[in-house]
C-alpha cells in the first residue's frame, strides 16, 4: 500500500507511540485486503466499550495508546457495560463498574465523545451521503452504508479506532463503488412493523451471509430499516443493503443477472420460533438497536395508562440524548421500568442478575443465548409488555 511521506513518518514511530501503532494497524489491513492508499474520514465509531466484551486485555490496550494520542475525526463510542450513572440500581458490582468507568476515562483522554450508543446517527455523529467514514458496530455501519449512503467497511474495533487516530482508512471493501452492487433480491411479502422487520433481517443474514441483499415488496421506516440492519448483520455478516425505491444507492446497478429469494410471514414465524425458548421472561428488554425518539414516544403513548402487574422487570435502552431529547416520555416509561442509558441488554452484565430475557429483536435473541447465558422470548413489544401488566 502506498503511504505518503508524512504516513511514513507516523510509521517510523516519530510522532508518538500511539500514532505509530495505529499506522501500523492501518498498514496491516490495507496489506491484507489489498487496498492501493489511505483515504480520508470525516468520522469514526468505536466498539469495544463494555468491560464485558474486552476485559483487562483491553484496559491495559487503551491505557497505553492513550497515553500520548488524540483522535483526529469526531469519533462517538458504543454502549458501555452499564448504565454510567445509573448503574448501582442495574444491579452490576463496585469491581465491574470501577474498571468501566476506568475504559471511558481512557477514550476521554483520546478526545472521543462519549456518546455510549449503537444508534450514533441518531445522535452526535450524522455522517452525509458519500462520506467516507470508519465505524466499528454491525447495525450502525450496515445503517450509515445503506440508508445514509455514506461508506465504511464492517470495521472492528481497533481498526476504527486506529482510523480514528490517524483520520485515515485504507481504501479498500465498501470505499469502492463496484463493491456496493447488490448481489442477490429478496423478494419480501411481510407485514409492517419493527418486529417483522427484525424476523426478516435475521432470515436474510442468513440466506445471504456475507452478500448484499436488494429487497423488494417493502417500504420501511426509519426504525424497521434500523431493526433490519441489526439482524441481518448478526445472523449474517451483512454491512450492506439496499431497498427498492428507498436507499438511496439502489437505482445505481444493473439487477437483471441476480437470483431471487422470495421471503413471507411463514418464514418469519419460524424464525420467531427458532429463537424462542421459553415463555416466562425475568426481564423484558426492548432498544435494540438502542430506541429512537418516535420508538419514545409511540412505547410513552401505548403505556400511558399502564400499570405494572408483575413481578418482571423492563429495560427501555437508548442514548442518554434520546432521554433529554424525551424528558415527558422518559418519565412515563420509567413508571414501569428502567430507561437504561448507555448500554444494552447484550453488553451489560446481565447473566448475573437474570437467566430469561424477553426482546422484540432479533439480533439480540441472537446473541442472549451466547454472550449472557439467557432463555429467550422472542415477541413484539406489545405482547412482551402484556406480560408485566
Ligand atoms: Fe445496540 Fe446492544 Fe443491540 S449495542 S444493536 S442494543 S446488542
Known amino acids: 500500500m502506498y503511504l505518503t511521506k508524512d504516513e511514513e513518518r507516523i510509521l517510523s514511530g516519530e510522532e508518538g507511540y500511539g500514532r505509530q501503532k495505529a499506522m501500523e494497524l492501518l498498514v496491516a489491513l490495507g496489506t491484507i485486503y489489498d487496498a492501493d492508499h489511505l483515504i480520508p474520514i470525516t468520522s469514526a465509531h468505536l466498539s469495544g466499550v463494555s468491560y464485558k466484551t474486552i476485559g483487562d486485555g483491553g484496559i491495559s490496550f487503551l491505557a497505553e495508546i492513550s497515553r500520548d494520542?488524540?483522535?483526529?475525526?469526531?469519533?462517538?463510542?458504543?454502549?458501555?457495560?452499564?448504565d454510567l450513572r445509573r448503574w448501582k440500581e442495574m444491579g452490576v458490582d463496585e469491581e465491574f463498574a470501577e474498571r468501566q468507568l476506568e475504559i471511558i476515562s481512557y477514550y476521554e483522554r483520546m478526545g472521543v465523545i462519549v456518546s455510549c450508543t449503537c444508534t450514533p446517527y441518531l445522535t452526535v455523529n450524522k455522517p452525509h451521503q458519500g462520506d467516507t467514514i470508519s465505524w466499528?458496530?454491525?447495525?450502525?455501519?450496515?445503517?450509515?452504508?445503506?440508508?445514509?449512503?455514506?461508506?465504511?467497511?464492517?470495521?472492528?474495533g481497533p481498526?476504527?479506532?486506529?482510523?480514528?487516530?490517524?483520520?485515515?482508512?485504507?481504501?479498500?471493501?465498501?470505499?469502492?463503488?463496484?463493491?456496493?452492487?447488490?448481489?442477490?433480491?429478496?423478494?419480501?411479502?411481510?407485514?409492517?412493523?419493527?418486529?417483522?422487520?427484525?424476523?426478516l433481517g435475521y432470515a436474510v443474514g442468513k440466506i445471504v451471509s456475507g452478500g448484499i441483499p436488494y429487497f423488494t415488496g417493502i417500504h420501511p421506516n426509519a426504525d424497521e430499516l434500523k431493526t433490519m440492519a441489526a439482524a441481518m448483520a448478526s445472523s449474517g455478516s451483512v454491512a450492506m443493503f439496499h431497498v427498492e425505491g428507498l436507499t438511496p444507492e439502489s437505482n445505481h446497478f444493473d439487477l437483471s443477472h441476480l437470483e431471487k429469494v422470495e421471503v413471507t410471514d411463514e418464514e418469519l414465524k419460524e424464525v420467531c420460533e427458532s429463537l424462542t425458548s421459553g415463555t416466562d421472561p425475568?426481564?423484558?428488554a426492548l432498544g435494540c438497536p438502542h430506541l429512537s425518539i418516535e420508538e419514545m414516544r409511540w412505547l410513552a403513548a401505548e403505556l400511558a395508562q399502564a400499570k405494572k402487574n408483575k413481578?418482571?422487570?423492563?429495560?427501555?435502552?437508548?442514548?442518554?440524548?434520546?432521554?433529554?431529547?424525551?424528558?415527558?416520555?422518559?418519565?412515563?416509561l420509567e413508571r414501569l421500568g428502567k430507561v437504561v442509558c448507555d448500554t444494552c441488554m447484550v453488553v451489560a452484565p446481565i447473566e448475573k442478575r437474570y437467566r430469561f430475557t424477553g426482546t422484540n429483536s432479533a439480533k439480540a435473541c441472537c446473541y442472549l443465548p451466547t454472550l449472557c447465558s439467557q432463555k429467550v422470548t422472542c415477541a413484539d413489544a406489545i405482547r412482551l409488555l402484556e406480560m408485566v401488566i
Open 282 to 284: 425475568e426481564l423484558i
Open 69 to 82: 494520542t488524540r483522535v483526529e475525526v469526531p469519533t462517538t463510542l458504543n454502549p458501555a457495560g452499564m
Open 311 to 332: 413481578d418482571v422487570d423492563v429495560w427501555f435502552c437508548t442514548s442518554r440524548y434520546m432521554t433529554e431529547k424525551c424528558p415527558r416520555e422518559t418519565e412515563i
Open 136 to 156: 466499528a458496530e454491525s447495525s450502525a455501519l450496515s445503517y450509515a452504508n445503506s440508508v445514509i449512503g455514506a461508506r465504511t467497511n464492517r470495521e472492528g
Open 159 to 199: 481498526g476504527a479506532l486506529a482510523a480514528a487516530i490517524i483520520g485515515k482508512t485504507p481504501n479498500y471493501g465498501l470505499h469502492i463503488t463496484e463493491n456496493r452492487k447488490p448481489t442477490i433480491i429478496i423478494k419480501a411479502k411481510i407485514k409492517a412493523g419493527v418486529f417483522s422487520h427484525s424476523l
